[in-house]
């Protein structure tokens, strides 16, 4: 058995994740996520901003007291998209490196995709032949990742998140029908671009992992709290998220703070993750996704012992 602790500092949020890796198996001891908005102003300056940094740090501080609570002997984390971007990515790297005694390093656009696959079919039958593909939407990039039999057969980044993409089209509140159908409009043509025909037409399975897919099915079920138990394996179809995608795009941040089931600090972003959810969904032609409360911090989990 190992105690590991990994971090995950995204462009939306900072989680962290505590567990036992026992014989291959994740045994979850201790799940944190802080919206942190690392990624706040970095499309327009292309620079990560000194209180978006502030509030990283703030949350490892707590991470860190939780780390040393738990006795976690590996410690590491991962950087992603805002962190790549950055033009002082390399420089806040090595500050959290430091501060916080992480093995932390900025990942690529490739390995993020493979580690998120690991993770997320961590608890499914590995000799299973049909073809799934994993959506990861983030902050600033959005990973897709189709496998089967337990194996990555193709995998891409694209530069579509929910930060990145609300930042760049959405400037009403609640935003306006012109600004959705640009926002739509962008990501599909950037998801169409990253994903052949052929891996396209191989897809029967969609499997949804991360803050706005876990987000949709805790709304759809109402859950206050939140209940991962609950929403792990939860199936939405695609009329639900249309739908959702109508209710929180017609009413202001404010009264979508206080809708059931969404955390108030995801708010901002959710509807900028509906809008790319179903644009893969489109793009593959599938009918419905199955939501996953494992991903990336699971995967890193495995891989560092």
Do not use: C
Not at 133 to 162: C, K, M, N, P, Y
Not at 176 to 195: G, M, N
């Amino acid at each position: 058995m190992t105690r590991v602790a990994v971090v995950d500092v995204g462009t939306n949020s900072t989680r962290l994740l505590v567990a036992d890796v026992v014989d291959g198996a994740v045994q979850e001891l201790d799940r944190r996520s802080i919206v942190t908005r690392l990624g706040q102003g970095l499309e327009a300056s292309g620079r990560l901003g000194d209180e978006p940094q502030a509030r990283v740090f703030r949350a490892l501080d707590e991470y860190a007291e939780a780390m040393d609570g738990h006795g976690a002997g590996v410690r590491t984390a991962v950087l992603t998209s805002a962190v790549r971007d950055a033009a002082n990515g390399d420089e806040f790297t090595a500050t959290v490196r430091e501060r916080y005694g992480l093995d932390a390093e900025t990942i690529s656009g490739d390995e993020e995709a493979r580690l998120t696959y690991l993770g997320a079919t961590v608890a499914r039958d590995r000799s299973d032949p049909s073809t799934l593909l994993v959506v990861d939407i983030g902050g600033g990039s959005t990973e897709l990742v189709a496998g089967s039999a337990g194996e990555v057969r193709f995998h891409v980044s694209t530069q579509v998140g929910v930060v990145r993409h609300s930042e760049r089209h959405l400037e009403h509140d609640p935003p306006k029908p012109q600004e959705l159908d640009a926002l739509a409009a962008d990501a599909r043509e950037t998801l169409a671009a990253a994903l052949p025909g052929e891996v396209r037409d191989a897809v029967e399975h969609v499997v949804a992992v991360a803050g706005t897919a876990t987000m949709t099915a805790a709304m759809d079920l109402r859950l206050e709290p939140y209940d991962s138990a609950a929403v792990e394996g939860h199936v939405l179809p695609i009329a639900t998220l249309r739908r959702q995608l109508e209710q929180l795009a017609s009413v202001p941040l404010a009264e979508r703070r206080g809708i059931p089931g969404l955390h108030p600090d995801r708010a901002p972003t959710i509807v900028a993750g509906v809008a790319i959810l179903l644009e893969v969904l489109g793009l593959v032609g599938a009918e419905q996704v199955q939501v996953s409360d494992r991903d990336i911090l699971w995967g890193r989990a495995l891989d560092a012992v």
